[in-house]
């Protein structure tokens, strides 16, 4: 197992448990000197006593998510193997440190500094920075960055009663969409660049949704796969670009509506 791979999952605030125990398999693999690993679908199912089809959709939904990269290797344009790499979340979803937490004892994996210890490099088990901000600074830092996503939260319950979208989206909506997409129609479109923000699908997600909401989205993607997924001419058309283009998706939102009127009307 690598330490750092372990110590990057670890650091992440909010991950739903079955996505967290097959991330946690993924470190357990992880070479410590590459900080990378290839187990087969086939072994994380076994492991993980599930098909091989939902590790694979959960595989898509962590590297939506941002915690892992994945690179396809290739034999002869024949895919061989996966290699898997565990990310460091973002500063916005890190495990906020409790400003009392004083340093753990040898062997239980301490990773925060007493005061304005700072935090330690990879091999001292530190997995939280390499720079000499203090502990104290990055407790302030993040429960500012806590109150402001509890006040969105509140704000986004207040709209749901009124019936409007909401005015703020979490990047768990984004990936939620992204990875239906995904699983539906066959694609690998993702959530997080190389760089470490967020990729012009995304975005486009993300816009819709603050203007339809999820539910809406998820339900027209349904729609327009069944539609288009075995048509040779119109498949290429299930992305992102096309779906969540503000105009088109607006009609394809409208689409559903006539549909449920005509259906109304025909049964009244």
Not at 69 to 92: H, I, K, S
């Amino acid at each position: 197992m690598s330490l750092k791979a372990a110590g990057n999952l670890a650091s992440w605030d909010v991950m739903p448990s079955y996505l967290r125990g097959l991330a946690f398999l993924l470190a357990d693999y992880t070479n410590a000197g590459t900080g990378l690993c290839c187990p087969s679908v086939s072994t994380l199912a076994r492991r993980t006593m599930a098909t091989e089809r939902t590790v694979q959709r959960n595989l898509a939904e962590l590297e939506s998510l941002g915690v892992i990269r994945r690179q396809f290797r290739y034999v002869e344009g024949r895919q061989t193997t996966t290699q898997y790499e565990l990310l460091p979340p973002p500063a916005e979803r890190c495990v906020p440190v409790h400003p009392d937490a004083g340093v753990g004892e040898e062997g239980d994996m301490g990773v925060r500094g007493e005061g304005d210890v700072s935090v330690t490099h990879e091999g001292d088990m530190g997995v939280r920075g390499v720079d000499d901000v203090s502990v104290t600074q990055n407790q302030e830092v993040r429960n500012q960055e806590v109150g402001t996503r509890k006040e969105g939260k509140e704000k986004e319950a207040k709209a749901s009663l009124s019936g409007r979208s909401p005015t703020r989206v979490s990047r768990e909506d984004v990936a939620r969409v992204l990875s239906h997409l995904n699983e539906r129609a066959g694609r690998q479109f993702k959530l997080i660049s190389n760089d470490g923000k967020e990729t012009a699908s995304a975005r486009l997600v993300r816009a819709r949704i603050k203007e339809h909401g999820v539910d809406a989205l998820l339900a027209m993607i349904d729609r327009k796969v069944d539609k288009w997924l075995h048509d040779d001419k119109m498949y290429e058309f299930l992305r992102p670009e096309t779906l969540f283009n503000k105009t088109k998706c607006e009609s394809y939102l409208g689409e559903a509506t006539s549909t449920r009127q005509a259906r109304a009307l025909g049964e009244f």
